[in-house]
Structures are given as C-alpha cells and as structure tokens.
C-alpha cells in the first residue's frame, strides 16, 4: 500500500493548486476587502485563518488585561459569523490557538500555500508581529502582501505624505476633504473555494479563554459580534428608524440604543468597513435628507481616520506618557493607585463619574460623552498618570482600537496632536447638562433614586438630616467623594 506522507501532499498542492492564504485580523468581514478579493483573484482556492494570539491575555506593564472579557466575547461572536458567512459560500475559517508569525508560516507549508494576503496594522506590536511573520514566510520563499485598509480614505489618496500628515485635525480635515475622494467598496465574492482537506475547527467559548461566563450577565444583546449583525444595524438606524436625519442633535445622549448610531464596536473589529458607512450614509442623503447630522456621521469617521494616519506618523510616541511633543507633567498625585482603583471601580463618589465607569465595567462600552467625562477627571482632578487611563479603557472596552483609544487620551491629557493644554472638562456642569434630571445615574445607582435634581449630581451638599430623609448616607450606602469638587446652584 503506498501513503501519502506529509511532504508529498506539498508537494502535490504546489503541482496542482495555486493556492493563498487570507490572514483576517481586525477585518472580520467578506465585504470591503481587498486582501480577500485579490487572493481569490490570483489563485485556485484560499485558505482563510484566524489566530488567537495568546499574548492577548497577558497583563501589561500598566496591570491590564490587553483583551478583557467583553471585548473577547464580542470577538468571538464575530469569529462565528464570519465562519458561517464564509460556509455559505463554500468557504470556512481556519481558527488557530498561537502566536501568527510562527503558526502561518507552518499552515502554508501544510496547505502548499504560495502567498499570504492581508491588511496591514498601524500600531507597534501589530507592525512588529507583521514584520516577524514576513520575515518568517521569506525564509520558504513565500511573499507577505499587506493592504492599508479599514480607513475611509486610502493613504494613496491622501493630498499630502504621511510624513506631512498635520498635526491639527481642522487641517487635516478641510484639505482632505477638498482634495481627496472616497474609493468605492470592493465587492464582496461571490463564491470561494478551499482546500478539500482544510481542517475542520471550531470558535472556543470564553469559559475556554480563562474568562468566567457569569461576566456576561448585565452585558446588552444590542452588541452582537459579527458582519451580520453589524450590518443589520446600519440598515435599521439608517432605513428602518430613520434615525441619521437627527444625529448631530443626539449623539451626546446616554442611555438607550439610538442616542447615537453605536457602529462603532463594528468598525473597531471590522466587522464594518467605514466606506461601507460612508456609502451608504450617501445613499441616505440622495434618497432621504442631507443635512448636518449626515455630514457629522462622515465627520466622526474622518476623525478615525486621523487618529489612524497619526499612528502611522508617530509610532510609539502615542504610547509614551509625555506624548508625540513631549509634554512632561508633574502634578500626579502620590497616591494615584489608590485614586486610580476608585475611579475604575466606579467608586469615586461622584454620581456621574461612577455610573459610567459602572457602564464600562457590566456592558463594555461608554457613550463618547461619558469617555470625555471620566478621562478630564482621572487626568485634571485626580491627577493620575493618563496611560493607566488608556490601558483600562483598551481592557474593557468593545469598540477599543489603539489609535482612537491611546489618540484621544494623549488629545485629552494635552500630550497629543496639538497640545495646547489640558482639556479640562467639568464634570458637575457636564452632569447637569446632558443628565439634567439624573435619569442615567438612578439607572446605574438606584439606591440614589429619590434624591432630587439638586443633589443627584453632588450629594455631599446634603445636610445629615437631608440624608437620612432620601435614604443616602454618604460612605455607607454611597461612597463619599474623594476629590473636593465646585458645587453648582441647581
């Protein structure tokens, strides 16, 4: 009897098939995707992988998790659609457990793959690991080809070098906007093939990861990983709700689902394509209105695009404490760990501080006010180092992405582009203005639902007497505020 051993299968793959590998990585999608559409173009059949990186629940030097429990669970949901999408026609999804640079390269040689096709990463520990991986495929003389996507503009189309990239968002905007286009989204296949003996794997639930499945308790059915759902949310807040026409007025809203269009978990995973987004928010406008609201919808993706092209720029520098200018402060309080557990407990005693830090930790995910909110407070009135700021947010957050994440907290702490000075956010102020009858404290602290407008927002102004009377009593059944802040007439 003759067996066929490892070693002659490649050999007959290479004879046979001319065959390619799709690394997918934040673009868990089929539309909009060059590397997918180019790899089919130029070969027989692919072979799509996903690897999950075990470096992801590793603790960095900050003490955080690099990927928490919500962002995983949303990813693998996303890892599941993608899989059924890609078995609906005729493909699948090779999901493997390791670190890339090292399990493609062996996939290839397994697969008789000639070439590796992918998007490729702005951030530094992305760009080191595509660098090994190419590296290690040249060494069997198999090419790395890597497309810059998940933008709304292409780097190719932009009117200056990245080099020369401004530094000021308005800049950046009103020449890009002027002398730039948006490309059209690639079609997504139609059909794929894939080897006959590509091995049969499965997504990994999240009790597998480490990660305990009591987590997901509070956690919304509204964020559904995956193209699919990603998709039906654009059309039911474009088409179905009719909500775009309004966005601009309610974008700063925080609670519910259709305060603002919330793609953005999505688009962090690439489950969405903004000029997928964008595209449509043009049909929109030809079919239904055009007005402020539609631009500003384009406008929040143009600032995605920045933070983008700024990583791309700078590099680490985002990473760095003291920023791309080199911006040193020197007011960090001496007990910044201890204020730092607080806020990200939601423990600050400031009633609109806590409720969106106890967002953050049951769902994953914050309104972009909120974001503002507690960052100018971590940096500006607890005087904690902002990295520790960025990190928490990268653990826990669903729609996390290094450059829009690590961007706006050195935009925030005045070490980023433009540092003109720190952006100071008042949160009383802010609590009344966009909170005004505490809807969305009492429904994350509903032991404060009978204290009335003027205190929901600073309940340390109530005399004991008033305390007793509406059942708060500040450091027993809510923690009294560790930071003395201005009260405000209401």
């Not at 949303?74 to 890339?100: A, N, R, Y």
């Not at 590296?135 to 890597?146: A, Q, V």
């Not at 002027?178 to 690639?186: G, H, L």
């Not at 700063?252 to 449509?280: A, H, I, Q, T």
Request: glycine letters at 6%; charged letters at 30%.
């Amino acid at each position: 009897m003759y067996c066929i051993v490892a070693s002659d299968v490649r050999k007959i793959n290479k004879m046979t098939d001319k065959r390619t590998l799709v690394w997918f990585r934040n673009d868990l999608r089929i539309h909009d995707h060059q590397p997918l559409m180019e790899a089919m173009k130029k070969s027989e059949c692919i072979v799509p992988v996903f690897c999950i990186d075990p470096r992801w629940q590793e603790t960095t030097s900050l003490g955080t998790l690099k990927v928490g429990f919500h962002r995983y669970q949303f990813l693998l949901e996303s890892l599941s659609d993608l899989k059924h999408t890609l078995k609906k026609i005729g493909g699948d999804l090779l999901i493997k457990t390791g670190k890339p640079e090292a399990i493609i390269p062996q996939l290839c040689l397994d697969y008789g793959v000639q070439s590796v096709y992918a998007f490729k990463e702005v951030a530094s520990e992305e760009v080191k690991i595509g660098d090994q991986l190419e590296s290690n495929l040249w060494k069997h003389k198999i090419p790395l080809n890597l497309y810059l996507g998940n933008t709304l503009y292409n780097k190719e189309d932009l009117p200056f070098p990245i080099k020369d990239i401004p530094d000021v968002f308005s800049n950046f905007r009103k020449r890009t906007e002027r002398d730039s286009f948006v490309r059209e989204v690639v079609e997504s296949p139609k059909k794929i093939r894939i080897p006959n003996n590509l091995e049969k794997t499965i997504v990994p639930k999240i009790c597998e990861l480490g990660f305990n499945e009591k987590n997901s308790k509070t956690r919304s059915s509204f964020f559904a990983g995956g193209e699919s759902a990603g998709l039906k949310r654009m059309h039911e807040y474009f088409w179905e709700k009719d909500l775009l026409k309004d966005y601009k007025n309610t974008r700063n809203g925080l609670l519910g689902d259709d305060y603002s269009s919330k793609f953005s978990p999505w688009l962090s995973f690439g489950c969405l394509s903004p000029r997928k987004v964008y595209w449509e928010i043009k049909k929109y406008e030809k079919e239904r209105i055009e007005n402020d609201s539609t631009y500003w919808l384009v406008f929040e993706l143009l600032w995605r695009d920045y933070f983008r092209f700024m990583f791309k720029k700078y590099g680490n520098a985002l990473f760095r404490e003291d920023g791309i200018k080199k911006v040193k402060r020197t007011n960090i309080s001496a007990n910044e760990n201890e204020l730092f557990k607080k806020w990200k407990e939601g423990k600050t005693g400031i009633p609109f501080i806590d409720a969106n830090m106890l967002e953050l930790k049951n769902t994953g995910f914050m309104s972009n006010r909120g974001r503002q909110n507690v960052a100018s407070f971590l940096i500006n009135d607890l005087h904690v180092t902002w990295t520790k700021g960025a990190a928490w947010f990268e653990e826990n957050l669903i729609d996390y992405n290094p450059a829009s994440n690590w961007g706006n907290w050195a935009y925030l702490a005045g070490v980023g582009n433009d540092p003109k000075e720190e952006r100071y956010f008042n949160v009383i102020k802010q609590a009344y203005d966009y909170d005004a009858k505490g809807d969305y404290v009492k429904h994350w602290f509903p032991e404060l639902k009978n204290l009335p407008k003027q205190y929901i927002h600073q309940p340390w102004i109530m005399k004991d007497a008033e305390q007793e009377a509406y059942d708060v009593i500040l450091g027993e059944n809510y923690p009294a505020p560790i930071v003395k802040l201005k009260s405000l007439s209401y």
